[in-house]
């Protein structure tokens, strides 16, 4: 029996138990983001509204003359003239030697870069709004011919037009060949590079791509991107006080507030409702188009090439020489622990975990192609002693060559120092001290066995974790995180 009584009481014990929830993800991790509720212009709006959008008011969430709407930072524009040049360079110069120390300058770079996107996305979709309503824009507008530009205080948006065709998917990548200005070969190794040699300071010291935010909206795409980061001069800089917003995700910018609705675009005044006749014309027209545009997207997708080697992630490099390391780690203590057994795991092979519904099993990837090519020529020609007996019947030592060895030595060294021309000192030294190998390797041996990795090590372990519920992606845009965080595309 529902009474009011009843409610109350319900409504207390849900928020002792949220309370103590709460207090749990405080005390794992006090910088941390709450899963509050969602704001405003979550839901799609119902049919009726884009059948007689007059007759439709607007929901008290969605409109903000009664206090609703999507939250974020920017909307007072407060903080659109920052110094951002400086405020990003500022984290390069925070102390992070310790645990400690390199919590506070995450969650100001945390706190910055959320910050900066909620500013940019606020004056990028009023720019691509601005270009909208002028008169002089066409449709035989070319995608890469820059429709409106300008600078806001520190950082200036440029305004594009989209692809029309969906599978003809535009490279908005903050760090792709069209922002970098470098072929697809070369930012590959460039990001592999950067992943392989990454440590607890790469993400907040990368200050090019925290400034630079990519907005798609309405046919269209704004960058805003950061400027001036050679004039900064942070010794000499006061960083300006970025508290938390009071309830921390509760106040979030919710994108979907920010959708052109239909019904207010088509709002004509008029309370007369469409005709039977009418609506049956427009839903054979809307299945028609989508026919033929589905049609036209999936010849276009058969007769496309695909590149494998289009695009890689920098998380993926540093995934794999954790996943490198976990191996040497995990096959000393074996060898430790057996004891009196250590020659025959010397000669197993590396166990493989074998994953139900993949047609192979999860192969570690732990020797390079060409040491496996050599011991494979090794054993082919039997186990021949290096004594050769002479015709006169002594026994004389026959000396290896020497001359395949010496090339193997030419080439790691000259790999080393082609290495050690585009990495810093630091970033060098790093790479060997992992114990990895990988600083013997050159750019695109290292690019082959990065995407060897990608195919039999990563992909096949993140369908293990989910089968495993070791992760439980709620909605598309964790499933995101989850994969870019492991180096792995959407694609």
Known sequence: VYTAENNYLHCCIFWRAYEDLMKAFLERNKFGNFPYGYRANTWLVPPIAAQSPSI?????????TWGGNGGGWGRDGKSDMLPWADEF?????????????????????????????????????????????????????????VLHSETVGNFSITVTRDSSDASCKLDTKIDGSRATGMDSKHLA?????????????TAAHDVDSLGIVNIRYCGYVAVAKVNNYEKTIVTSFKPADITDQPEGGAHALNINSLRMLLNEANATGEK???????????????????????????????????????????????????????????????????????KKTVNKDVKETKIEGLGKPLKALKHPKNAVDASGKGSSSGNKSLTDTTSSGESQKVKPSSVEPLQGDCITSENEFLLKD?????????????????HQKSPSELIEMALKFYDEVALPKLVADFGSLELSPVDGRTLTDFMHTRGLQMR
């Open 189 to 201: 190794e460039r990001n592999l590079l950067k992943g392989i040699t990454a440590d607890e300071n």
């Open 56 to 64: 439709f008011p607007p929901l008290p969430a969605e409109d903000e």
């Open 89 to 145: 360079m500022y984290l390069t110069s925070m102390p992070c030697k310790t645990a400690e120390e390199r919590e506070i300058r995450d969650r100001r770079a945390f706190l910055l870069h959320s910050l900066f996107v909620d500013v940019a996305i606020f004056r990028s979709i009023a720019a691509i709004r601005h270009v909208m309503e002028s008169t002089d824009v066409s449709t035989s507008i070319k995608i890469d011919e």
């Open 422 to 438: 585009v990495l810093l000192d630091s970033a060098f030294t790093r790479l060997k001290d992992s114990e990895t190998g990988l």
């Open 272 to 342: 007369k409702l469409p005709t039977q006749s009418h609506r049956q014309e427009e839903l054979t027209a809307a299945q028609t188009y989508a026919e033929n545009l589905l049609k036209e997207s999936l010849q276009n997708l058969e007769e496309e090439e695909t590149d494998k080697q289009s695009f890689m992630r920098w998380e993926l490099g540093a995934c794999w020489v954790q996943h490198l390391q976990d191996l040497k780690k995990s096959d000393k203590d074996k060898k430790q622990g057996d004891g009196k057994e250590k």
